[in-house]
């Protein structure tokens, strides 16, 4: 009998501590988390070096034709800048630490350039605290965070139209 109560409460503490969020804890820290965590470093590095190395054109857009991309063909086709119109650009401007510039020319680039570069130490802080990569994924802020940033990716597509249709449109 003493051992079916032990059964039931130990059965009864399981489904208690059952929860959706029991598999995000730190002790599920993975191998497979520990290798996200160096591909964002080096992605993130990457990229950072390669926007410093490249020229930002005076144009605010056409930068990432120094890598050998084509030119945009939505703009060429419609004359309105494509939602990534000046990304680059703006990336190479920041990686100079011409932030102005940057954010002039297409203001989510910079957001997108100080992401990357809080990346790099962020990515070292997850690995030295064996943070899950889906505790990271999967947090109730994560999709809060993604939606700002769409939002904010779609409004400086509207900049940058506005930019280069009526408030700068000698420059380009």
């Known amino acids: 009998m003493i051992e079916l109560d032990k059964a039931e409460s130990n059965i009864a503490k ?3 501590s059952c929860s959706p969020f029991d598999s995000l804890n730190s002790s599920e820290y993975s191998r497979s988390d520990q290798a996200k965590y160096v591909a964002l470093f ?3 590095s990457a990229g950072l070096v390669t926007a410093r190395l490249l020229q930002p054109s005076s144009r605010g857009v056409g930068t990432h034709e120094q890598l050998g991309l084509p030119s945009c063909a939505f703009l060429h086709l419609t004359g309105v800048p494509c939602p990534s119109c000046g990304l680059t650009t703006s990336f190479a401007h920041a990686a100079r ?3 102005f510039e940057a954010f002039i020319v297409q203001p989510f680039g ?3 350039f100080c992401l990357m570069a809080l990346s790099i130490p962020l990515s070292l802080y997850l690995i030295y605290s064996r943070t899950p990569w889906s505790k990271l994924i999967y947090s109730t802020r994560s999709n809060q965070v993604l939606y700002a940033l769409l939002a ?3 409004l400086s597509w509207f900049y940058k139209i506005a930019a280069m249709k009526w408030l700068f449109a000698p420059g380009y």
């Open 14 to 16: 399981q489904s208690d």
């Open 42 to 44: 080096f992605i993130a």
């Open 97 to 99: 630490l011409h932030f």
């Open 110 to 112: 910079l957001i997108a």
């Open 152 to 154: 904010l990716y779609l």
